[in-house]
């Protein structure tokens, strides 16, 4: 199989595509091969690991903690939510039958 005619590019320019993507088609570009995988990765860091929105439950807050606690990652992480909609209050005694 012959390599694909995109990796004769300039990576800068592979770079420069990676970064105007939508977050599906850097997914897939990631995908299609090693070498793009290796050449967009500052793209994907930056696009996936820059904003981090997490749900206060186990599986979230353990993700959260494996970003951390790679430098690559948590060298890019700029601003945190945290999702409590839908979550109930362990201060608010719930009602039944009643819509807020």
Known sequence: MSASPMLHL?????EHVANQANERDLKA????CRELHATTDRP???????HRTHLVTKYSLETLVSI?????LRGQLKSLKFATTGLPYADRP???????
């Open 94 to 100: 719930q009602r039944s039958g009643v819509r807020g």
């Open 44 to 50: 994907f860091v930056k696009a996936f690991f820059t």
């Open 29 to 32: 570009l990631r995908l299609a």
């Open 10 to 14: 300039p990576a800068e320019l592979l």
């Open 68 to 72: 951390t606690a790679s430098p690559k």
